[in-house]
């Protein structure tokens, strides 16, 4: 709720997908290669010039579909979208109209810790336009690139279900971590391969839904944002003046932090979409549809919920977590042998190991961490046997040698003192030697007692057990 108005959110993102060809014709489809230089008779739009579909771009629409609990339209068709712009040089966009490839979905996403679904209307697959080049070397003229034309897209719309722009970050999020576990889009965002069209709207809770206007041009998670606070203020004030929204299409310009009217209703594009002639009528087969989803590994999103709800993680920690499959496999290697709760994982993983991984530049698999030598190190710091700076020791020796842990305990000299008499010894000769402290906590100084731990340590050249020191301490004190 915005000052007493509901918000809904609709979001239409388009993913490029990384095949190694366009979707129509055999160009390489690689972002940042010379003007015009991935183009053929097919892409530019010759006349004469007959497409034929990838199948590959099938393949990853389908996996999406999948990933986001979609019903698969096995017979579909792609249709002309008519419409000219100079990037265009067909005149017509090929896209699916009535019949998209995958329909009916949802996606489950996390926001400030509560679970939400999200509806997904339709993923369908079109191919991308060229792009237009402006500069004031150009004397001001426009050059257009078509290297993008016809590289492989999916559309995936979203049910009008976010009622936050929150919500609406973490659904983007959500989706870039599936394309990325996927491996279906690279998600440079950029270099544009994700960009998203947002539809917003507000209303008095128990009146019908508002007029929505669309923005276009929004180019990062950061700026859609931006973008739908400042649309939801914009239309609030409007209501509030005693206006009325009017449905539109409007460009957000994230540098003004505005947005601007394209165009309104009244005259909205008609795309006269019709079938396209020169392609056959999409038929896949079940058992193609079954093996697809069979490749699809457990999701990010979904890890994410099993970490939080059955391990206990923080809403961070988790997304942290899950959001790198290599990091997972090894959280998820360390929990299936049931020793120790996660939170001790979590630590070592994103504390040192993150600082490890981003120091280096190197991937989890470079390094000789595993779910074997990190439980042994977690097991020692929950038995007490080592400190936790002495693990610290172990940790930035076993992430880059295979070492034995135990050894390592002896090697470095790590073993923590646990023998009480040993440690009644240490306490008695720091009490003896600091009197004013001593009675500073009897007098109510309760942060003598830090003090004199630290002594402690420091006497038993940090190898005492803390939590025991700090109990006998407190017991000799009375
Ligand atoms: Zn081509």
Redesign the pocket.
């Known amino acids: 709720m915005v000052k007493g108005y509901e918000v809904v959110i609709g979001l239409e993102t388009h993913a490029e997908l990384n095949t190694e060809s366009?979707i129509y014709?055999d160009?390489k489809n690689q972002f940042g290669l010379e003007v015009n230089s991935q183009?053929?008779p097919?892409?530019m739009g010759m006349p004469g010039a007959l497409p034929t579909l990838n199948e590959k771009v099938v393949d990853y629409a389908i996996k999406m579909g999948h990933a986001l609990n979609c019903k698969i339209n096995r017979v579909c068709k792609q249709d002309r979208k008519n419409y000219f712009y100079p990037d265009l040089p067909k005149a017509y966009q090929i896209s699916q109209a009535e019949v998209p490839l995958c329909e009916n979905g949802y996606v489950d996403i996390l926001v400030d810790g509560e679970e939400r679904r999200i509806g997904v209307t339709r993923i369908h697959i079109e191919e991308d336009a060229g792009k237009l080049l402006h500069s004031d070397k150009f004397d001001g003229c426009s050059l257009v690139d078509l290297n993008r034309c016809?590289v492989p897209l999916i559309e995936i719309v979203s049910e009008p279900d976010m009622r936050s722009s929150a919500e609406a970050k973490a659904y983007l999020e959500t989706l870039k971590s599936i394309l990325q576990y996927l491996g279906i889009c690279d998600c440079k965002m950029e270099q544009g391969s994700i960009r998203c069209d947002v539809n917003v709207s507000v209303h008095k809770p128990g009146e019908p839904l508002g007029t929505r206007s669309e923005m276009k041009n929004v180019n990062s998670f950061s700026a859609a944002v931006r973008g739908i606070d400042y649309e939801v203020n914009r239309q609030i004030e409007i209501l509030e003046n005693g206006g009325r929204v009017e449905q539109e299409t409007r460009r957000w310009d994230d540098v003004k932090g505005e947005s601007v009217s394209m165009r309104s209703k009244e005259d909205a594009q008609d795309y006269r979409y019709f079938p396209e002639p020169d392609l056959l009528t999409i038929v896949v087969d079940e058992e193609r549809v079954n093996a697809l989803k069979n490749e699809i590994p457990e999701l990010p999103n979904t890890k994410l919920l099993r970490y939080v709800r059955k391990f206990g993680l923080s809403q961070k920690e988790a997304t942290f977590i899950a959001e790198s499959a290599e990091l997972a496999a090894l959280f998820d290697g360390c929990m299936a042998k049931g020793k120790y709760p996660a939170k001790a994982y979590a630590t070592w993983l994103l504390g040192d190991f993150i600082k490890y991984l981003n120091d280096t530049g190197k991937s989890v698999s470079d390094t000789c961490l595993d779910a074997d030598n990190l439980t042994e190190l977690v097991g020692l710091i929950e038995k007490g046997t080592i400190s936790n700076a002495g693990g610290k020791k172990i940790f930035a020796v076993i992430i880059e040698k295979k070492e034995d842990v135990a050894a390592l305990v002896d090697k470095l000299g790590l073993a923590q003192v646990s023998d009480s008499s040993a440690l009644e010894a240490i306490a008695d000769e720091v009490l003896a030697a600091n009197e004013k402290s001593v009675s500073d906590y009897k007098n109510g100084k309760t942060n003598a007692l830090g003090y004199l731990v630290g002594q402690c340590m420091k006497a038993s050249k940090g190898k005492a057990n803390p939590g025991m020191m700090k109990e006998i301490i407190l017991k000799k004190l009375g």
């Open positions: 366009k014709c160009c183009v053929c097919v892409c016809g």
